[in-house]
């Protein structure tokens, strides 16, 4: 019997659940499936099926995603892919993810994006890495703001009524997304969900805490470890969007104030935090983990590179697997068509979606043999036009 890809039944949403956690190693309990239905839009999904059993799951979420210069475009955010282990080497989970990229293209989304749960899956299906996730401990013993830096400590406070968080934080976020390549929009049912999970402790860890400044907050949770009378808390920092230096400054004066902590663990700081600088011992704050990030696959080639700003005012030819798009733009906008002039670079799908969000250099691509240019002198000003000034970044997981 064939394997039907289709989009779920409403009364399916229990054994999409089973299928995810399944394949990730999960096992979702009555609770946490009742709380995770209202984020999801199962007209966005896609199911493989065999004999009546999901075989392959993928779907999305419709997100705005924020591109080099402030402008932000509608985006997939792909998500919940899995295929049986029965099932391998059947195709299933390119039918899938091409199936959910068809309802994206259907619905004008001109972006999608993911995170990998494996670095080798999907470049062939036109993905490239756009971003870099790291992981960081800080050794509060050693992490003191510097004195000529420290300020007043009231700009900072603790948000504790239900209805302060909620209205601080979504707020601020709207704010905070739009200031860094490769953040996201976040919906009313995901800072619902975010909140609820927040409100709980778990894996051993506190509820979470809250600090707001006027243009900032950060939310953390703490794990006991009274260590014998020599405490030792682990803080574990979920969240910090800063807006402006003075609320990066204020917020991160206060979280190194808690009181009986010894490290700081956190995946949300981004690659240049300027944060060591702010600090006595710049050593204080370690990376132990530097990884792939977000994936993007450009599903309109003239909406995204049209709509992002570049460094540079220039004007480059990409040739795309074949096709040749150009791409005219500056520090005020740009625009994007297809041409048949000759290329300056050269590369595939995935390599030209690798470039849109600033982080990656052209240069990195040619040495990666993922692009080729035409000249060295092509290829050094696209190393100065396609850059951003911040390094993409994103702290919402979907």
């Given at each position: 019997?064939s ?35 209202p984020l ?10 065999d004999?009546?059993?999901?075989v392959g ?9 924020t591109?080099?210069g ?70 509060r ?5 510097r ?5 007043p400590?009231?700009?900072?406070r ?5 209805d302060?968080?909620y209205t601080?934080?979504t ?43 006027a ?5 953390y949770?703490i ?24 609320a990066?400054l ?47 696959n ?5 909406i ?23 791409i005219?733009g ?14 300056d ?13 600033g ?14 240019a035409r ?9 100065l036009?396609?850059?951003t ?9 979907y």
């Open positions: 019997m394997i039907e890809i289709r989009r779920p039944r409403d009364d399916e949403w229990d054994a999409i659940c089973y299928a995810d956690g399944r394949a990730f190693g999960n096992t979702y309990t009555a609770e946490e499936i009742a709380e995770r239905r999801h839009d199962l007209s966005r999904f896609r199911i493989a099926v004999e009546g059993s999901i799951t993928a779907g999305s979420y419709a997100l705005d995603a591109l080099p402030g402008t932000t475009v509608p985006m997939g955010g792909v998500t919940w892919v899995s295929v049986a282990a029965t099932h391998r080497r059947k195709g299933i989970m390119r039918r899938v993810v091409g199936a959910v990229h068809d309802d994206i293209d259907q619905r004008g989304e001109p972006l999608a994006t993911l995170g990998a749960s494996e670095g080798g899956i999907y470049e062939h299906v036109g993905y490239g890495i756009v971003s870099q996730q790291r992981s960081t401990v800080i050794d013993r050693f992490a003191t703001i004195a000529d830096l420290a300020g400590t009231d700009t900072v603790f948000l504790e009524d239900e302060d968080i601080s934080v707020s601020i976020w709207d704010r905070f997304r739009r200031t860094r390549s490769g953040e996201v929009s976040r919906s009313p049912e995901f800072h619902d969900f975010v909140f609820g999970i927040r409100s709980k402790g778990a894996d051993g860890m506190s509820a979470g805490y809250y600090l707001a400044h243009d900032g907050y950060a939310v949770r794990k006991s470890d009274w260590a014998n009378g020599m405490p030792a808390h682990e803080m574990h920092l979920s969240e910090l969007a800063a807006i402006t230096p003075e990066h204020a917020l991160w004066q206060t979280l190194l104030s808690v009181d009986l902590v010894g490290e700081i663990h956190s995946r949300a700081i981004a690659i240049d935090d300027p944060l060591p600088y702010l600090l006595d011992n710049q050593r204080a704050l370690r990376t132990t983990v530097v990884a792939d990030g977000i994936w993007a450009v599903r309109d080639v003239s995204c590179f049209g709509a992002r700003a570049y460094r540079t005012t220039d004007t480059l030819v990409v040739d795309v697997d074949g096709k040749r798009w150009s005219d500056g520090p005020d906008g740009a625009s994007c068509k297809a041409v048949r002039t000759k290329p670079l050269v590369t595939s799908h995935s390599g030209l979606s690798s470039l849109l969000y982080g990656t250099l052209p240069s990195a691509l040619v040495a990666g043999r993922r692009m080729t000249s060295d002198a092509a290829l050094a000003r696209a190393d036009f396609f850059p000034g911040l390094a993409p970044h994103c702290q919402t997981h």
